[in-house]
Structures are given as C-alpha cells and as structure tokens.
C-alpha cells in the first residue's frame, strides 16, 4: 500500500508538527480539529516557522509555498475521506481518543491505517476500539514533532507486519528515524524521560537545588541539550501530569506525580504554553 494522503487529527502542538513535517515530506495532508479557530491556530503557527526558516535563509519562499500548499484545514472529520494513513494527535485522554477512532472507523474504508500519536496509552486497547486491530499502531512523535528526528513506532499486539513496515516506510519519508517498540505503558521514552523528570520535580520540591541548578547539572553531567525542568516546561506541565498519572495507575508508586507538580498544574502554570512554568517564557 502506497500512502499519498495523510489526514491529521489535532491540530495543537503534536499535531500542527505532525502536519508540517508530513507536507515537507510531500504528502497530501489535511488538519482536522473540532473547532474552526483550533485549525487556524494549528495553521498560522506552521506559517510562522516556516517564514521563519525563510527569513533565516534556512529555506527558500518557493519550498515554504509548496509545503504550505498541501496543507488543507478542516473542523469536519468527513473532509478527512481519501487518506490512507490517519495519525490522530489529540489530548492524552483514552475515552476521548476511543472516540475519535470509532467516528473514523465509520468514515473510512478497511485497509486505511490508524496511527495514534499517544505517549503512554495502551496501543491494544485503543486499536479495539476500531474494529481493524490489524491496521491500528502507535506513531509516537518526539516534541517539536517537526524538527526532531526519533519516531517510536509501537506494535499492538494484533498490529500486522504488513502495517508495520508502511509505517516504517513513512517515517523514513518523513526524515525520521523509526524504533520499534512493543506495547507496554509508557513505551521507552515516557518511561524513562518521565520518571526522570519527576525526580527532578522532587529534588525541587525538597531544595536540593535550584531549578537552573538541576538543569545544568543534567546538562553537563549527562550531556542532555537541556535540563529536565526545562523538557517539563517545553512538553506542558498539564500533559507532564496526565502521563505520569497515567504510569502511576499501570506501573506503581514509582510514577506518583510530584506534589508541587500537582500545585503548579492547578494553578495553571503550564510551561511555555502559558508563558509560566518552572521558569518565565515571554
């Protein structure tokens, strides 16, 4: 099976960067999300970045124009027919993202291909929901989507070889690097990256450091491009909370979200989205 066209479902931060780095790779490409402001949102951001690269001579105005081109926006899901690959990227939610794949179950023909853009929620499950467990995988893309290169591809337990290696064959369109993983919570990278952030959550909340010391020390004593406190603001501090709830109730203690974290989430300082989180973002 030959994928042409790529429908997107989201368009927030996963989502928009999804969208971009599949239009740069030449796919057709549409963006959907339930409200018609969410997609203009999604959209002007993927403007901005690649005006961006224009302006920093990164990129040439007729590259930006053609990318720009094969993105269509829509609010309606039904405008999404004729995609052989579908990534959905909404909020770290299992109802709601089980929702979503049984409205496209019924939109869409059988051999058309889900992918999940989750970062710790059971593939299997959610597969189940779809009626084509065969056809259904995780596409778990690093944050900004765009412009890193891992892709964890993640085999549900009735995820077919033939689904398996589309996948793969798009991710290496898309410049990607693919790791294959299988279903467990959490994956590899939520596993490892959370926990770790959450420790550094700790040693705040219990004055080993400071914030920009915890940072520094990670960064140059293990060689991490930056700090874990950081990596929390950049991901969301709401969405760092949803995952390590959810690896708390499928893998233990371990996972138990930080108290300040709690704090700082029910204050609504989110991180850069919010422009307050462990540090300021202007």
């Known amino acids: 099976m030959d994928i042409k066209k790529i429908a997107v479902i989201g368009a927030g931060t996963m989502g928009g960067g999804i969208a971009q780095t599949a239009a740069q790779a030449g796919y ?16 002007k951001k993927i403007q901005e970045r690649l005006e961006k690269g224009t302006r ?46 049984k409205a496209l179950h019924v939109l869409t023909p059988d051999e058309t291909i889900f992918a999940t853009n989750t970062s710790s929620l059971s593939i299997t499950r959610l597969a189940q929901t779809t009626g084509r467990p065969d056809r259904f995988i995780g ?20 995820t077919s070889d033939e689904t398996l290696a589309i996948i793969k064959a798009v991710t290496e369109r ?8 299988n279903d467990f919570p959490g994956f590899v990278s939520s596993r490892v990256i959370m926990s770790m952030i959450n420790d550094a959550i700790y040693c705040l909340e219990e004055g080993v450091a400071s914030q920009e010391g915890i940072d520094t020390i990670m960064k140059l004593g293990a060689n ?28 233990g203690d371990k996972y138990r979200p930080c ?10 300082k989110l991180g850069k989205k919010s422009g307050e989180g462990f540090y300021e973002h202007r």
Not at 28 to 43: I, N, P, S, T, W
Request: hydrophobic fraction near 45%; include cysteine.
């Open 174 to 181: 898309m410049g990607k690097v693919s790791v294959v993983v």
């Open 28 to 43: 057709e490409v549409v963006l959907e999300d339930m409200k018609d402001e969410y997609v203009k949102a999604g959209f």
């Open 259 to 268: 108290p300040l974290l709690k704090k700082m989430v029910d204050a609504g």
């Open 224 to 251: 991490h491009p930056m700090g874990p406190l950081q990596l929390a603001d950049l991901m969301g501090l709401d969405i760092c909370f949803e995952i390590l709830e959810i690896l708390h109730t499928e893998l």
């Open 139 to 158: 596409m778990h893309f690093m944050n900004p989507a765009y412009s890193m290169k891992l892709v964890e591809v993640i085999r549900g337990l009735r």
């Open 56 to 101: 920093e001579g990164k990129l040439e105005n007729r590259e930006k124009e053609r990318i720009l081109s094969l993105i269509k926006t829509t609010s309606r899901l039904e405008d999404c027919k004729g995609a052989g690959l579908f990534i959905e990227a909404v909020v770290e939610k299992e109802e709601i993202k089980k929702e979503v794949f």
